[in-house]
């Protein structure tokens, strides 16, 4: 059975574009579209996909809006970000405000395809070169954490703590999900960013992600 996806980008073009790309393989179908975020609800009462692609740029309510939407009802649909390498601040907020990962808009079929199938199953999706580009953009980041005894002296408390950081979890929305008082959980993103060797929560869930950690 082909899994069912939902197009949301506000330019006809692309939209066309990737449908027909996707209309060549056997293993997706576009079986909604929407030319902005603020559409996606009603949809959703009426179509059911698997998986929604969803462009940043979106002139009356944005991805990152709309993710934070979705999130807010309790939407469990997996989304990937449609994006290019201009949109690299927003990426990150992509990912921490619930997307499963990110693809660029001219992707080879096989590349769409295989991104689609990949959150379908319940994993990230990360293309090493829009993470190079993010981890570009950040100035400052040490190279101390390219040392693998950082990311295996990771506790399972800390992975479960930077897994949330990831999805843009507050420290006190943390708290509440790991039923621990918000103190420990500062504790734990310290010791996380010293573990990883950088100095804030974005570094952290880029180096994370870059590395495999969440994956």
Do not use: W
Request: glycine content about 8%.
């Amino acid at each position: 059975m082909s899994v069912k996806v939902l197009l949301v980008d506000d330019q006809m073009l692309v939209r066309e574009g990737i449908k027909g790309l996707l209309n060549l393989s056997d293993e997706v179908k576009v079986i909604g579209e929407a030319n902005d975020g603020s559409q996606v609800e009603s949809i959703l009462k009426s179509c059911k996909p698997d998986v929604i692609l969803l462009d940043l740029s979106m002139p009356i309510m944005d991805g990152i809006a709309t993710l934070a939407h979705l999130r807010d009802r309790g939407c469990k649909i997996p989304v990937i970000i449609l994006t290019t390498f201009d949109d690299h601040e927003f990426i990150l907020k992509g990912i921490q405000a619930g997307a499963m990962g990110y693809l660029l808009k001219d992707v080879s079929l096989d590349t769409l395809v295989d991104g689609i199938l990949t959150v379908h199953n319940g994993n990230r999706l990360v293309q090493p070169a829009i993470t190079e580009r993010l981890l570009q953009g950040l100035q400052g980041v040490k190279s101390e954490f390219t040392a693998p005894e950082m990311i295996e002296d990771l506790s399972p408390k800390e992975l479960e703590v930077l897994g949330l950081m990831a999805s843009g979890c507050s420290n006190k929305e943390i708290s509440n999900a790991l039923h621990k008082s918000e103190g420990t959980i500062k504790n734990h993103v310290s010791n996380l960013l010293a573990k990883l060797g950088v100095r804030d929560r974005t570094r952290a869930v880029l180096i994370a992600i870059e590395k495999g950690i969440l994956s």
